[in-house]
């Protein structure tokens, strides 16, 4: 399973996630940060060059 790595945009703490290998390059999905509890909207793009995850967070509107 892929692993990445973003930083929450409610309390700043580095959080790691696992986007669904099977749900795609391009993937958007909600998960509460660990830390602080608050959700995050996780936006996840596969880079074949990195053979990995670009993850992006923002706060959940």
Known sequence: MECGLYACPHCGETVD?????????????????PVCCSP???SASFSADDDGFHIQASPEI
């Open 17 to 33: 996630t696992s986007p669904d290998p099977g749900g795609g390059e391009q993937q958007q999905y909600i998960e509460d940060c």
């Open 40 to 42: 995050n909207l996780i």
